[in-house]
């Protein structure tokens, strides 16, 4: 065994004649280890012939990149070193790499470290306790949990890749990304520290103070907060759920946009709405849906299916569902009741449905129409109903025959969702086609009152009782005068009834549009 130490003064003689420092391995080429500085230098058999072991502020240099250490054993043949304590790696004087145990080979250019393991540049700072790190690609690998701070995000993944010259991450496994007013889980992310962007490709939630973001594919820009995801995506609160084939969101703002199949379904008021279009504003409470928008109230016995142009759902504080908004061409079913108008709102509070501009209502063989109905519901059912200002009820005794019912105001009682009284107020007039118990015609009834009550069973009138200054004449059907058969603005619009949940999807064209199309097709007859 031959065991050669340096002391101080003869190290300085040495250094002053044949110039050992910097010690090369071989020829100064690119790919050479050059040993810069070491404070003592010695060679021991045991450890191998071609390796020397460096002691002291240990300085090696390959390339542009600079190897620091407490203590390091280098390969003289193999051009390769493990170093000890205090390990750091410069590149280019933009990339440190810290550990406490680095094993580097020169001729792949690939270091690993290990122990308490820290790489930083200009744009992020990675923890670690097993790292490898190619120079010739410029990736950084873990694979025993690491840690990237960046800007004010900090991420943590079980293994990851690090580009250090693109600055991009790439995270597998039980990845966590924690922003200021975010939390992402995902299973594989891409993190590029240059804009602050994540990418995630896989199962991921994003958790933020009001809202949960679920989806499968996406990106989250972490510096302006805003997020878009794919493939079916959701956004979950206390008692809502919207699912849609793409979704954008503004942590920011709180606005979000969904595209394509929309579900929102809020549990809290049984309600469901769908749409291909939706956008909302947490912050305000508020989201409208709209092309093919959908609303569905449901019960344990039936449920209400309804349409229009565009749907607005309101929320309060909550986060509950307050109020409904329907605009343009409303159309809705179910089972017991359907309706027609142009818009329609439906506060859940006071459990109130308003219909505005030419409703229409069927609830069995009775059409109900004025210019305004108000739907007051009780435990899902229709409890009662307002019908504002000319007022009109029409009940299909035959095909050609129609029990009829007029007045200013009206309001209808309901019991299992059908009508059994009805109160006119003001201006009441009645045609009513009277029968025996074997539907054999005894007369057609013309009453004219102030107020009138109407009572009805199994969706047929069986009373009538006149209030105030009541005038009453019973015709016999063949002296019926022509103008008793119909009260003046009589308008029986079964054509345009939804038959099912699917009809309510059916557009029907106005008055407007009918007349047009009847003055093109009198117009080609006419040319032809």
Known sequence: MRTVSFKPFLFLVLLSTVNLFPISISAQKSSQITVEHADSYNYNARLGKNIQRLIGHVRLRQDSTLFMSDSAYLNDKDRNFDGFGNVHINVNDTLNIYGDRIHYNGKTKVAELFGKVTLQDPKAKLTTSHLIYNRQTQIAYYDAG???????????????????????????????????????????????????????????????????????????????????LY?????????????????????????????????????????????????????????????????????????????????????????????????????????????????????????????????????????????????????????????AHNAFIIDQDSTDYFNQIKGRDMVAYFRNNRIYLIVVDGNAQSVYWARDDHKKLIGINKAESGFMHIHVKENQIVGINYIDKPSETLYPKEKLPGDVKKLRGFNWKADIRPKNKEDIFRKIPKQEDKQQLQNISTSETISN
């Open 146 to 228: 690491g840690t990237i701070f960046s800007d004010t995000n900090v991420l943590k993944s079980t293994t990851g890749y690090y580009n250090t010259k693109t600055h991009i991450f790439h995270f597998r496994k039980n990845v966590r990304l924690k922003s200021p007013d975010q939390e992402t889980y995902s299973d594989t992310l891409i993190y590029n520290s240059n804009n602050g962007v994540a990418v995630f490709q896989g199962p991921t939630t994003i958790k933020g103070k009001e809202t949960t973001l679920i989806g499968t594919s996406g990106w989250y820009d972490t510096r302006n907060e805003i997020s878009r």
């Open 231 to 387: 493939n079916h995506p959701e956004i979950q609160s206390k008692s809502q759920t919207l699912i849609a084939d793409s979704l954008f969101y503004n942590n920011n703002t709180t606005e979000a946009k969904a595209y394509g199949n929309i579900y929102v379904s809020d549990t809290s008021r049984q309600l469901i709405v769908r749409g291909e279009t939706a956008q909302m504003w947490d912050n305000q409470g508020k989201m409208f849906i709209t092309r093919k928008a959908q609303a569905i109230t449901y019960d344990s016995e039936d449920s209400l299916y309804m349409h229009a142009d565009t749907l607005w759902l309101y929320f309060d504080k909550k986060r509950d569902a307050k109020k409904l908004l329907a605009y343009h061409d409303v159309r809705f079913y179910r089972t017991d009741l359907q309706g027609v108008c142009d818009s329609l709102s439906y506060t859940m509070k006071d459990s109130t449905m308003r219909l505005f501009t030419n409703p229409v209502l069927w609830s069995g063989k009775n059409q109900l129409s004025a210019d305004t109905i108000f739907i007051n519901i009780s435990k899902n059912q229709v409890d009662s109903m307002t019908m």
